[in-house]
């Protein structure tokens, strides 16, 4: 297993302008998404007079606080082809970019711990096979070679009984991501402005116009939202009401070790999720919390529950101390599955409720959302992704493979 | 770790407890008289609010009864809980 060196940081990633007084497009959130559809934006569709507007410091809120983990091996053809078209923008984001975002593809298996786990993980292998997204499935003795640290003991209390293995999948280094996409969209004349929270949005009859600012108040012909956790209080102040729930989700690295784990390893029924980071931390993640939050903490339990789980899988682990732990705050939709398109406010776009998957869709979601801002229209990935879903009954229900319980 | 004032047993750790969600919500009263969009509201669409909530929490582990729990969601801070029917004694805050 290769670990890279981290880059040299240059001195000045991007500029720091203060608002102008009207833009074409106003971003709001400069997290990871907010930054990709920035760059995408001017690079795809040529519309460079944006502005990503960012209340706190560039990247510091979910962005800073997930696990890193990259995978596209979701159950429903919409979620795989939105989650792999992503997936195969991160394989070429460091060219792209010319940034290293220090993307690493060790695979990640899904432990199956009942005959309904295997049933289901099969399920998805074959699915994710005719949609063109690799899969294998892993006998335990296979997952035991793959990640030799996992316990695969038939003795455990919830014996490993197989794995899901995608060889694509894995981390990135979250931060470079950010960097990188922010360089980036800099360069491309995109204006990108820190400490200017947004306060108000405004809208004359059925179109926005703008928004108002901790900064003053700014013109725009399209605003688009992309602010995870926070977006229900966003769309409230255009009058919109959405199917969406904040909670926390924590996670939390060990001390720095010794190259252990080769690979990730999630679990839904005992619920862990665990990589190694470049740097030697171990980075595990946990559930979200069952209450509405906006604490950007949750409860101790979860993470005794955590990490009594990663034990289970890891007894090598039980001497490792934990260096921090934190929270984000996701958006949770009722099917498990983002929302990304129009809404009923002409020229307002919503890209929310990405719950606990919202890293590693980085690239796609910016590539769809940009398309959706500048055609007015849904990309063909994102078509699905619609608000009105909940009123149709047309679901995408991605429980199962969400890996997280939510 | 919240202590969760459950009304018939008292405070209690969360983790004996099962959390509802939004309170008050009120099922339909004649449900074939609801169209696409009122179903929709009525099932998806919940309040999300950053500060003081109202909310239905369950003594799951305990006598098993739900209760309303007014509760802040960024301090976490719980200011009152009551029993089904009943206001909720609260002081200003």
């Known amino acids: 297993m290769a670990y890279a060196e981290s880059p040299e940081h240059p001195a000045g990633l991007w500029r720091n302008p203060d608002p102008r007084r009207t833009y074409d497009v106003v971003i709001v959130g400069a997290g990871g998404h907010g930054l990709a559809t920035a760059y995408y934006l001017a690079r795809n569709h040529g519309i460079t007079n944006v502005a990503v507007l960012e209340r706190g410091w560039l990247a510091g809120g979910n962005m800073a606080r997930n696990t890193a983990i990259i995978r596209s091996n979701y159950l429903w053809d919409e979620s795989a082809a939105l989650y792999d078209h992503a997936l195969r923008l991160w394989e070429g984001l460091s060219e792209e970019l010319d940034y290293d975002i220090l993307f690493s593809q060790r695979g990640v298996l899904n432990l199956a711990h009942s005959l309904q786990d295997v049933r289901d993980s099969v399920r998805r292998v074959e699915a994710n096979r005719l949609q063109g997204v690799d899969a294998e499935w892993l006998t335990p003795e296979q997952v035991k070679e793959f990640c030799p640290v996992v316990n695969v003991s038939q003795d455990a209390r919830y014996p490993v009984l197989g794995a899901t293995l995608q060889r694509r999948a894995g981390i990135a280094k979250h931060d470079h991501v950010a960097w990188a996409y922010a360089r980036a969209a800099d360069a491309l004349g995109v204006d990108l402005i820190q400490n200017c929270e947004v306060t108000g949005i405004t809208v004359r009859g059925d179109r926005v116009t703008g928004v108002e600012t901790s900064r003053g108040p700014i013109a725009a012909g399209r605003v688009a939202l992309a602010a995870a956790g926070h977006s229900s209080l966003l769309a409230g102040m255009a009058g919109l009401r959405l199917p969406i729930q904040s909670h926390p989700l924590q996670a939390l690295v060990s001390e720095l070790l010794e190259p252990v784990h080769p690979c990730v390893v999630m679990s839904n029924a005992v619920h862990v999720y665990v990589s190694q980071a470049h740097k030697g931390e171990l980075v595990l993640g946990a559930g979200v919390d069952q209450y509405n939050s906006y604490g950007q903490r949750g409860g101790f339990h979860v993470i005794r529950q955590q990490m009594a789980a990663a034990l289970e899988l890891f007894p090598a682990f039980a001497r490792a101390r934990v260096l921090r732990t934190w929270g984000g705050v996701v958006d949770v939709s009722p099917d498990a599955s983002p929302i990304v398109g129009l809404t009923p406010v002409d020229g307002l776009y919503l890209n929310c409720g990405w719950g606990t998957g919202g890293f590693k869709a980085t690239p796609g979601a910016g590539w769809v959302y940009a398309h959706t801002i500048a055609h007015d229209r849904p990309h063909p990935l994102n078509e699905p992704y619609t608000l009105e879903r909940f009123t149709t009954g047309a679901l995408i229900d991605e429980h199962g493979a969400a890996a997280v319980a939510h | ?93």
């Open chain 2, 1 to 93: 770790m919240q202590l969760i004032p459950c009304p018939w047993c008292g405070d209690r750790d969360e983790v004996e407890f099962h959390y509802g969600g939004q309170a008050h919500l009120v099922h339909p009263a004649d449900p074939d008289a609801l169209s696409d969009e009122e179903w929709a509201g009525y099932l998806f669409l919940r309040d999300n609010p950053k500060g003081w909530f109202e909310e239905r929490w369950s003594h799951a582990a305990g006598c098993r009864r739900w209760f309303t729990v007014v509760r802040h969601t960024v301090t976490h801070e719980v200011r009152g809980s009551h029993r089904p029917g009943e206001r909720v004694a609260v002081s200003a805050s």
